[in-house]
Nanobody, 127 residues
Framework: QVQLVESGGGLVQAGGSLRLSCAASGRTFSSYNMAWFRQAPGKEREFVAAITLSGSNTYYSDSVKGRFTISRDNAKNTVYLQMDRLKPDDTAVYSC????????????????????WGQGTQVTVSS
């Protein structure tokens, strides 16, 4: 199992940047595919970005592609989400998620693909 703790959220003006971190417990972090999802008030949780075990493959939603970058440091058991050119529509609670290994059925943008979730960190972008 793995426990996930997010940090780095806060209040930022439109056009600004934030970097979120998700620290994972355990010794097998490199065996987990990682992802970020977000949930805005009154909306369903949506996929933001995902990264595979070694970081060789990344995936993004169309709404953040070109503005957000997901990365991981397996030596530090941490996955990051660098968010640039933030917009008010990016306001949400951001949560990281983990899936042990992958397999042919792995869909990086599907919530059901992930078994472990953090508590989330609030990101608020003012206009």
């Amino acid at each position: 199992q793995v426990q996930l703790v997010e940090s780095g959220g806060g209040l930022v003006q439109a056009g600004g940047s934030l970097r979120l971190s998700c620290a994972a417990s355990g010794r097998t972090f490199s065996s987990y595919n990682m992802a970020w999802f977000r949930q805005a008030p009154g909306k369903e949780r949506e996929f933001v970005a995902a990264i595979t075990l070694s970081g060789s493959n990344t995936y993004y939603s169309d709404s953040v592609k070109g503005r957000f970058t997901i990365s991981r440091d397996n030596a530090k058991n941490t996955v990051y989400l660098q968010m640039d050119r933030l917009k008010p529509d990016d306001t949400a609670v951001y949560s990281c998620a983990a899936r042990y290994l992958s397999g042919s059925a792995y869909q990086p943008n599907s919530q059901s693909a992930y078994s472990y979730w953090g508590q989330g960190t609030q990101v608020t972008v003012s206009s």
